[in-house]
């Protein structure tokens, strides 16, 4: 059973990245996906979510500019981020949450900075 993000890398303010989550081991289907961020110094925070059911939610802060979408073909989660700005830099997560089952990636680094 793994999770495993990628798509981080270093761009500048009012640039795009696409984060992959991806599963192996298990479906994703049934599962609520959460995307974390901790950026350096600060505690792990939540960015978006999208629930078994297809909700999707987002902090205030990214509300507009990122996308939280499910393919379930792919078995995959991905994190649109578009016009980032410096104040995303951070390590990104994801983690795959049911009932008591909760299972997290090792992260990716997203560096935002002109």
């Known amino acids: 059973v793994q999770l495993v993000e990628s798509g981080g890398g270093s761009v500048q303010p009012g640039e795009s990245l696409r984060l992959s989550c991806e599963a192996s081991g298990f479906s994703l289907n049934g599962y609520g996906i959460i995307w974390h961020r901790q950026a350096p110094g600060m505690p792990r925070d939540w960015v978006a979510s999208?629930?078994?059911?297809?909700?999707?939610k987002y902090q205030d802060s990214v509300k507009d500019r990122f996308t939280i979408i499910r393919d379930n073909a792919k078995n995959a989660v991905y994190l649109q981020m578009n016009n980032l700005k410096p104040e995303d830099t951070a390590v990104y997560y994801c983690?795959?949450?049911?009932?008591?089952?909760?299972?997290w990636g090792q992260g990716t680094q997203v560096t935002v900075s002109s």
């Open positions: 983690e795959a949450t049911r009932l008591s089952t909760s299972y």
């Open positions: 999208i629930g078994g059911n297809n909700l999707k």
